[in-house]
C-alpha cells in the first residue's frame, strides 16, 4: 500500500477480485461499495440505502459476507473478495444459488438480488442444512420491496439441497463439469432491460 | 376456484404457465444495467440543492462560489430554464426549482454538475441562499379554508357524490373516523439517469421511470424543445409502486446535459430519495354506515380529506378513486360521500400502489365491523350479505357489467386453513415467532390472538374519460439460423412485474413462434401508458395481441386464406411463409371508453374492477403493544392468471407493503419536516416481519380484456392492512382507528 501525501491524497488498494488481482489508487475515504462499482465497474453490487441497512451491497470478503457500503476500499487491502460477477462458470452456467433464484421466482425488480445472492451463498457454506426458520432468519438482514420474500426464502431453500448433492462451496465460482446440477438450465436469455455492459455510447 | 387456463398447442412457454423471466439470468448474474451502472464517457455527476425548509420566500441565491470552484462546470437555477418553468402529471404546478417561494422540504433550488459526485455536494453546499421561513401550512383540513400558498389555490379537487335518497337511515348506524399515515414506496434502487446531448441540440435521456412518454413531454416542455428532439429510454428500474410516476431528476439532468454539452448522470442518496419523490397521501376518514336490522345497508355517509402536500401530482385521480370506493365493494343503494384533496407545505403525494382504495378500504373495512358488532352479526355474514355481483351498481350509478366475484374472494379466504404455524401454538418462548422475534421480550402467556377479515377493490386502467392507449410493434422473420424469430417493441415499463415475460408468452400463443426478442422500451414507439393502476397486463398486453394478430392476418394472406384467418396460423408452415420477407405490424390498443363523473359524482368513470379478501392471523402482546402477523389468506379475483408463479409473487410482495402500512411504515412529520429519511428509521418489512401467504386465485375471465385477465398487482396492498387490524383490534378490543398502529398505541392505551 503506497501513499501519496496531500490535498489530494490517494493511497492505492491491491485486492482479489474473484480470483482475479485488482489495484488501483483511490482516496482514503472511499467506500469500498464505490470501489466496486466506479473504480473496478463490477456494478452488479447494488447500493440501496448507503447504512448497512437494505444488504443490496452484500459481497464476500474471505468468504464472510460484509456490507460493502460500511467499508472503507483501504481497509481490505490484501484481501479476497467474491462478487456477484464471480459466482457463474466461466461458461455462463449459473451458480446453484444464481440458478434457484431464477427457479423460484425469487425477484422482480432485481436491485436486491445480488446482495441477497452473496447473503445465501455466506449462509449456505455456514449452515448447509438450514431448517425454514433458520432460513428465514439468515435471510432477515436483507430487504427486499418487491417479492414479499416467499420466493426468495424457497429460492435459499432450493440452493441448500443442490449445494448439498453437489457438495460445492457455496462462496466459490460454480464449477459444472464436476457438479451434479450441471443439468439445470441457466434460464432463457433476452434483451430486456439492457442486458450486458452499463457503458452507454457517447 | 383456478380452473385450467387453455394453453395453445406448440406454445410450451405460453399463456398460463409460470415461464420464466427474460431478464432472470442478468439480474441474477448481476449484468443487468439499472439505471444506476450507467457510465458515458466524460460524464459529469449532477446533484441537488434542495430546500432545508418546509415553507420559505427566498430572498436571494448566490451561486458565485460553487460556478468558481475548480472541476465545477454548471450551477443551474430557476432562471436558466428555458421553456416552461413548471411541470406536473395533471397539471403544471411544480416549479423546475423553486425561485420565490418554497412550498415543501426537500424543494429542489438548483442544480450543479461536477467531475466527481463528492465535488458536486461540496458545490451544492457552497450555494448561497437567504431564505425568510415561514410557518408552515401543515393541517389538510386547515388548508381548506386558510390563505391559498400557491397561485392555484389549495383544493386539488373538491368531489361530492350523491345517490339515491340522501334522507334515507337505517334502524342501526354506526360512526367512526379514522386517519391513515404517509407511507412511502421505498423502492430499493434509488432514482438515478443519464442523460447525453445530442447533435441537433436535441438530448438523450436514459432514465428509469413509469411512463416513457409523459417524461418525455414535461421533459420537452421545460427544456423548450420539440418532443421529437427529446429521446428517452428505459434503463434498468429497482422497484417504482408509484413514485416514478412522476418527474424527479428528469428535467434536471437534461438541463445540465444541454448546458454543460457533456454527459450527466444523478443518482439520488436514500435520504434524497425520501424528499425527491410524492408519497402516498395521508388520510382523514369520517364514516357514517346505515344498516336495517337484518344487516343490509341502507346509506354509507363519508368525509375524506387527503393531504396532497405541496403539489398536484396525481392527486385529482387519486380522491377520484377515494370517493368512488368510499364505501367498498358492497351494494349501498344511497350514499353521501365528500372528498377533498388539499394542498399543504407537507411533502407531495401522489400514486402509491392501490392508490386512493387503499386508504378508504380501512375506513370501510372498519366500518363494517363496527355494524357487525352493533348488529351482533357475524362480520364474514354481513360482507356476504351486502356483497357486489355482477349487474349491480356502485353509488356513482355505474352497472358492474363485468365480473365480480366478491362472494368467492371472501369465501376462498375464509376457507383456506391457516397451515400449522409451529409445533407450540403459540409459539414456545424466545423463537421468532414471538411478537417482538427471538429477543425474549414476548412470553407465550401474554399473547393473545386475533382474527380479522377485510375486502377491498379498485378500478383497472385510468378512468373519467381518459384514453391510455397502448402501442406495440411485433416483427416476425427467419433469422440467422432460418428460425422464425419475433421481436416484440413497446414502451411499457418494466419494473419488476414481469410484462417482459407476459409479452414474450403472448407472442408464443397467438402466433407458435417460440423465440421471442424484445427491444428495449423507449420514445421512438408510441406511448404505453403508464405502469400503474394494474394496466399493463390489460393495456399493452392487448396491444401485442393486437399486433400479433396483425401479423398472423398478413400471414394468412401469404398463405392464400382470402380476408385473413387469424386462428389459422398456428397450423401454417411459418418459416416458408417469412422466406418471402419479415412482417411487421404495429397496433394501438384503446380500452373502452369512459365518461367523467358529474358533479354529483355520477358517471360511467371506470372500465372494469379487481377485487380481494384478506384474513390474517395476530399475535399480540397487549403489555408491550408488539404485533407478529402470523398468517395472511387471500382470495383475489385475477380475470385469468396468464403467468401463475408471476401473479404470486404480486400477491406476496403487495401483501408485504400492506404489512407495512398497518404496523410499521410512515413518514414522521413535524411541522412539515420529515424526521425519518432513511432505512434505519423508517421500517419496511424483512422476511422475519412477513408471515407464510396461501392465496386461491378466482379465475373469472373479464368480458372484453385481452385475454380474460385482469391486473393483479393493486388488490394485494388494498385490503392487507385492514385485515391485519381487525385482527389487533380482535386480539386486543381497542379501536385503533389509526395506521399505522405502533406499540404505544396497543401498549398505551385506555383500557
Ligand atoms: S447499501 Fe449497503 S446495506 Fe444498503
Ligand atoms: S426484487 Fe425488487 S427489491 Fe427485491
Not at chain 2, 418553468?85 to 418554497?102: C, I, K, M, R
Request: net charge negative; with cysteine.
Amino acid at each position: 500500500m503506497s501513499v501519496t501525501a496531500g490535498a489530494h491524497e490517494r493511497i492505492e488498494v491491491e485486492v482479489t477480485v474473484n480470483g482475479v488481482p485488482r489495484a488501483a489508487e483511490v482516496p482514503p475515504r472511499r467506500l469500498l461499495s464505490d470501489f466496486l462499482r466506479h473504480d473496478l465497474r463490477l456494478t452488479g453490487t447494488h447500493v440501496g440505502c448507503e447504512h448497512g441497512v437494505c444488504g443490496a451491497c452484500t459481497i464476500l470478503l474471505d468468504g464472510a459476507p460484509i456490507r460493502s457500503c460500511l467499508a472503507f476500499a483501504v481497509s481490505v487491502h490484501g484481501r479476497e473478495l467474491t462478487t456477484v460477477e464471480g459466482l457463474a462458470a466461466d461458461d455462463g452456467t449459473l451458480h446453484p444459488v444464481q440458478a434457484a433464484f431464477q427457479d423460484q421466482h425469487g425477484l422482480q425488480c432485481g436491485y436486491c438480488t445480488p446482495g441477497f445472492v452473496m447473503s445465501a451463498c455466506g449462509f449456505l457454506a455456514e449452515t448447509t442444512e438450514p431448517d425454514d426458520d433458520e432460513i428465514r432468519e439468515g435471510m432477515s438482514g436483507n430487504l427486499c420491496r418487491c417479492t414479499g420474500y416467499a420466493g426468495i426464502l424457497a429460492a435459499v431453500k432450493q440452493a441448500a439441497g443442490d449445494l448439498r448433492a453437489s457438495g460445492a462451496d457455496p462462496r466459490s465460482q460454480h464449477q459444472p463439469e464436476d457438479d451434479a446440477f450441471a443439468g439445470r438450465p441457466g434460464g432463457e436469455h433476452g434483451p430486456a432491460g439492457g442486458d450486458g455492459g452499463g457503458e452507454v455510447p457517447s | 376456484m383456478s380452473t385450467g387456463t387453455e394453453v395453445r398447442p406448440g406454445t410450451r412457454s405460453g399463456l398460463g404457465q409460470s415461464v420464466r423471466r427474460p431478464d432472470g439470468t442478468p439480474k441474477v448474474t448481476g449484468t443487468f444495467a439499472f439505471s444506476s451502472d450507467l457510465f458515458a464517457r466524460g460524464m459529469l455527476w449532477g446533484r441537488t440543492l434542495r430546500s432545508p425548509h418546509p415553507a420559505a420566500r427566498i430572498r436571494s441565491i448566490d451561486t458565485s462560489i460553487a460556478e468558481r470552484m475548480p472541476g465545477v462546470a454548471s450551477v443551474l437555477t430557476a432562471r436558466d430554464v428555458p421553456g416552461r418553468p413548471t411541470y406536473g402529471l395533471e397539471h403544471a404546478d411544480q416549479p423546475v426549482f423553486a425561485s420565490e417561494t418554497v412550498r415543501f422540504q426537500g424543494e429542489p433550488i438548483a442544480v450543479v454538475a461536477a467531475e466527481h459526485p463528492e465535488l458536486a455536494l461540496r458545490a451544492v453546499a457552497a450555494i448561497e441562499v437567504d431564505y425568510e421561513v415561514v410557518t408552515p401550512l401543515t393541517d389538510a383540513e386547515a388548508a381548506i379554508g386558510a390563505a391559498p400558498i400557491h397561485p392555484d389555490g389549495n383544493v386539488f379537487r373538491h368531489l361530492h357524490l350523491r345517490h339515491g335518497d340522501l334522507d334515507a337511515v337505517g334502524a342501526v348506524s354506526v360512526e367512526g373516523s379514522y386517519e391513515v399515515g404517509m407511507q412511502d414506496q421505498a423502492f430499493l434502487g434509488p432514482e438515478s439517469g443519464l442523460a447525453i446531448p445530442v447533435d441537433d441540440g436535441g438530448v438523450e435521456l436514459f432514465i428509469s421511470t413509469q411512463w416513457l412518454h409523459v417524461d418525455r413531454d414535461q421533459v420537452a416542455a421545460c427544456l423548450g424543445l420539440p418532443p421529437e428532439r427529446v429521446h428517452l429510454t428505459l434503463s434498468g428500474i429497482g422497484g417504482a409502486f408509484g413514485a416514478r410516476e412522476d418527474v424527479s431528476l428528469q428535467v434536471h439532468v437534461c438541463l445540465l446535459a444541454l448546458r454543460t454539452g457533456r454527459p450527466v448522470k444523478m443518482l439520488y442518496s436514500r435520504e434524497e430519495s425520501f424528499h425527491g419523490h410524492v408519497h402516498r397521501h395521508p388520510a382523514r376518514l369520517w364514516y357514517r354506515h346505515h344498516a336495517d336490522p337484518d344487516g343490509r345497508l341502507v346509506k354509507v355517509e363519508a368525509r375524506i380529506v387527503l393531504d396532497g402536500g405541496a403539489y398536484a401530482s396525481s392527486s385529482t385521480a387519486v380522491i377520484g378513486n377515494a370517493v368512488c370506493f368510499a364505501a367498498g365493494p358492497y351494494r349501498v343503494p344511497n350514499a353521501d360521500v365528500d372528498g377533498w384533496a388539499v394542498r399543504t407545505n407537507n411533502p407531495p403525494c401522489g400514486a402509491m400502489r392501490g392508490f386512493g382504495a387503499v386508504q378508504v378500504c380501512f375506513g370501510h373495512e372498519a366500518q363494517m365491523d363496527r355494524l357487525a358488532a352493533a348488529l351482533a352479526m357475524d362480520p364474514v355474514e354481513l360482507r356476504l350479505r351486502n356483497a357486489l355481483a355482477p349487474g349491480d351498481e356502485l353509488p356513482t350509478g355505474q352497472v358492474i357489467t363485468g365480473t365480480a366475484p366478491v362472494r368467492e374472494v371472501i369465501e376462498a379466504a375464509m376457507a383456506l386453513e391457516p397451515p400449522p404455524l409451529a409445533a407450540t401454538d403459540p409459539p414456545a418462548d424466545g423463537t421468532m415467532d414471538l411478537p417482538g422475534g427471538a429477543g425474549l421480550t414476548a412470553t407465550r402467556a401474554d399473547v393473545v390472538r386475533g382474527t380479522g377479515l377485510a375486502v377491498g377493490f379498485k378500478n383497472l386502467m385510468y378512468s373519467e374519460g381518459f384514453d391510455d392507449a397502448s402501442t406495440a410493434n411485433v416483427r416476425v422473420e427467419l433469422d440467422h439460423r432460418g428460425e422464425p424469430l419475433a421481436t416484440v417493441h413497446c414502451a411499457a415499463a418494466e419494473v419488476g412485474q414481469g410484462f417482459v415475460t407476459l409479452a414474450q408468452q403472448i407472442v408464443r400463443s397467438v402466433l407458435g413462434v417460440e423465440q421471442v426478442a424484445l427491444r428495449p422500451a423507449d420514445t421512438t414507439i408510441g406511448s404505453a401508458g403508464s405502469t400503474s393502476a394494474s394496466r399493463q397486463t390489460w393495456m399493452s398486453g392487448g396491444a401485442v395481441e393486437l399486433a400479433c394478430l396483425a401479423v398472423a392476418e398478413a400471414l394468412a394472406e401469404r398463405a392464400g386464406y382470402g380476408g385473413g384467418a387469424p386462428d389459422e396460423v398456428l397450423d401454417l408452415d411459418v418459416v416458408e411463409l417469412l422466406r418471402e420477407g419479415p412482417i411487421d405490424r404495429t397496433r394501438a390498443h384503446h380500452h373502452p371508453p369512459t365518461e367523467p363523473l358529474d358533479e354529483d359524482g355520477q358517471g360511467d368513470a371506470h372500465v372494469s374492477f379487481a377485487f380481494a379478501a384478506h384474513r390474517a392471523v395476530v399475535d399480540v402482546d397487549p403489555e408491550l403493544g408488539l404485533v407478529k402477523v402470523r398468517h395472511i389468506a387471500t382470495g383475489q379475483d385475477v380475470g385469468r392468471a396468464l403467468n401463475p408463479q408471476a401473479v404470486i409473487g404480486q400477491i406476496e410482495g403487495g401483501i408485504a407493503q400492506g404489512l407495512g402500512l398497518a404496523v410499521m411504515e410512515e413518514m414522521l412529520l413535524e411541522d412539515g419536516r420529515l424526521r425519518n429519511p432513511s432505512f434505519t428509521d423508517y421500517l419496511i418489512p424483512t422476511a422475519l416481519d412477513m408471515p407464510p401467504v396461501t392465496a386461491t386465485l378466482i379465475e373469472q375471465p373479464e368480458p372484453g380484456a385481452p385475454f380474460g385477465a385482469k391486473g393483479v398487482g393493486e388488490p394485494p396492498t388494498i385490503s392487507s392492512t385492514p385485515a391485519i387490524v381487525a385482527a389487533i383490534r380482535a386480539a386486543t378490543g381497542l379501536e385503533l382507528p389509526r395506521i399505522p398502529v405502533r406499540p404505544e398505541h396497543i401498549a398505551l392505551a385506555e383500557a
